[in-house]
């Protein structure tokens, strides 16, 4: 059974920094992209970041210049470096990731985690 748990979530002044950690484990091949997410209250789940598994990149042009993301492939990993956080960052980040179960499953299936809480004061 495939899981993805994510770290890193707390509470933070404007102008500070976090780094989200997303761990995949269980049985499975590859991992195709993995993917940030958030949703802020009664906003909907929006796509900030994601890395595909030859290392192309996209950005939310709100987060651009201050969130990177990064994976580490042998130990089944993405991460979410947060710097200049502004109040409007405060949601919770969800992982995602398009995990391939077996070598012809080349599709894969998307998998998430149950979130990790960003908060931002102002």
């Known amino acids: 059974q495939v899981e993805l748990v994510e770290s890193g979530g707390g509470l933070v002044q404007a102008g500070g920094s976090l780094r989200l950690s997303c761990a995949a484990s269980?049985?499975?091949?590859?991992?195709?992209?993995m993917k940030w997410y958030r949703q802020a209250p009664g906003k909907q789940r929006e796509l900030v970041a994601s890395?595909?598994?030859?290392?192309?990149?996209y950005y939310a042009d709100s987060v651009k210049g201050r969130f990177t993301i990064s994976r580490d492939n042998a130990e089944n990993m993405a991460y979410l470096q947060m710097n200049n956080l502004k109040p409007e960052d405060t949601a919770v980040y969800y992982c995602?990731?398009?995990?391939?179960?077996?070598?012809?499953?080349?599709?894969?299936?998307?998998?998430w985690g149950k979130g990790t809480l960003v908060t931002v004061s102002s």
């Open positions: 995602n990731a398009e995990i391939r179960r077996s070598w012809s499953d080349y599709a894969g299936m998307s998998y």
């Open positions: 269980g049985s499975f091949f590859s991992i195709n992209d």
């Open positions: 890395i595909a598994s030859g290392d192309n990149f």
